[in-house]
């Protein structure tokens, strides 16, 4: 509609389904589109630019009609592929939630600071406004000087924002009062010491907001006496064990950054390096298939591809082909099913146990667990499941590394005009 609305404006089913549209004729779809009028010499260009876009549509009638989300790759809606939509429409590219959000904060310090920078905390200001009869004083508890928002507790508040400055002043960083948390978040990230890695940096100032908030709650429902000396200790004890959960295979221990903050800058924030997996050839008496599906985009032309190999690693059946327009995960569950029917009237299946091995955890998790099967794919893993009914088979989950040859099958798939399957003898 967005794309040609000239021909959405002349056309007669404009909520018309797919079947109103066109018709297969001797095995290939054939698109007809009814308009209202015919079209005007101006209006052939358009038409036939939508003509040269639809064209190439390819329906697959093995695969069942479903809806999909087209913003994540298996079809599936979720809220982080909504989200990511809609920070694209609506142009939203914002440094704060990117640090917010990122894997290095522990999920619930994550919320806590997602309510913090939109004023939901549960501040005494805001208890006072919902109207809870058990807030005798709307005044921050550590000063006492203004109303306690959230605001005010990180940004103005003159009791903790020294103990913020103290850790900035390890590192020579010299920060002026933000309005907001939200602006503090973007000037903390644009104020990066040259001596400290930025991952740090930005995770410690989550551990001063969150263990400022904790040390709150214990002035206000403990009754406990402000320390600033206790708190700024706590706060980097806190960023301590965050950075090793983060990177453990620093050398450096915890005791050594509780006691000297200054030993933060020495952390080996990379990441280990995975050990290479090779692929194993199966166990004697057993053949493995290796399946891959491969598409263009997230839902588009696909292609499939295999390759059964015995226990000295020789090739015995290799396959590659076309399976129309589809999503990824339909795409890898079609490679399932194909190496599934090729074993099954193969001459081996009396003789050897079936191995499948695939790159998609998903789809090993819903062939093994019918309860989590989502109904959009139900269909298709019941007939592969279907399809194993009296043969000794299993499936598994295989590194995408290990997996080259049937990527690279099922890549040459996408375009192949004819199927291809090639089988070979026993040695």
Not at 147 to 170: M, V
């Amino acid at each position: 509609m967005s794309s040609f609305p000239r021909i959405y404006a002349l056309a007669r089913h404009k909520s018309g389904v797919l079947i109103e549209h066109g018709s297969v004729i001797e095995g290939v779809w054939r698109w007809n589109v009814p308009l209202r009028r015919k079209l005007f010499d101006w209006e052939i260009g358009v038409w036939e630019s939508f003509y040269n876009t639809i064209k190439n549509f390819r329906s697959d009638s093995s695969v069942p009609d479903t809806i999909r989300w087209k913003a994540s790759s298996n079809g599936l809606f979720s809220v982080k592929s909504c989200n990511s939509v809609a920070r694209v429409n609506a142009d939203m590219k914002d440094d704060c939630w990117n640090i917010i959000w990122s894997s290095l904060v522990p999920p619930k310090v994550a919320a806590f600071s997602w309510k913090a920078t939109h004023g939901r905390l549960a501040t005494r200001l805001n208890l006072y406004t919902r109207g809870s009869t058990k807030i005798t004083s709307f005044m921050c508890p550590l000063c006492e000087e203004a109303p306690e928002t959230a605001n005010h507790l990180f940004c103005h508040c003159k009791i903790f924002w020294p103990i913020l400055q103290k850790w900035c002043s390890l590192w020579d960083i010299y920060l002026i009062i933000p309005e907001s948390i939200s602006e503090l978040i973007k000037v903390w990230a644009h104020s990066i010491p040259p001596t400290l890695h930025a991952a740090v940096w930005n995770l410690s100032l989550f551990s001063f907001l969150w263990s400022c908030w904790l040390f709150r709650n214990e002035i206000v429902f403990n009754g406990i006496k402000w320390d600033s000396a206790q708190l700024f200790d706590l706060c980097i004890l806190r960023l301590a064990w965050w950075c090793k959960g983060n990177w453990p295979v620093s050398s450096i221990t915890v005791n050594d950054l509780a006691s000297c903050p200054l030993s933060f800058k020495f952390l080996n924030c990379s990441s280990a390096k995975q050990s290479k997996i090779a692929w194993k050839p199966p166990s004697k008496g057993e053949v493995k298939f290796n399946t891959d599906g491969a598409v263009n985009g997230s839902f588009g032309e696909a292609g499939i591809g295999g390759c059964m190999r015995n226990e000295w690693s020789r090739c015995l059946v290799i396959f590659s082909k076309s399976v129309g327009v589809v999503d990824s995960t339909t795409a890898e569950i079609l490679a399932i099913k194909e190496a599934i029917s090729i074993f099954r009237i193969s001459r081996w299946t009396t003789k050897y146990k079936l191995q499948i091995e695939t790159d998609s955890k998903l789809v090993v998790e819903w062939l093994t667990n019918l309860h989590s099967i989502p109904s959009v794919f139900k269909q298709l893993i019941l007939s592969c499941l279907e399809l194993c009914k009296d043969l000794e088979w299993q499936i598994s989950h295989i590194p995408r590394e290990c997996n080259s040859c049937a990527d690279s099958l099922a890549k040459r798939g996408i375009h192949r005009l004819v199927d291809y399957c090639e089988v070979w003898q026993d040695p």
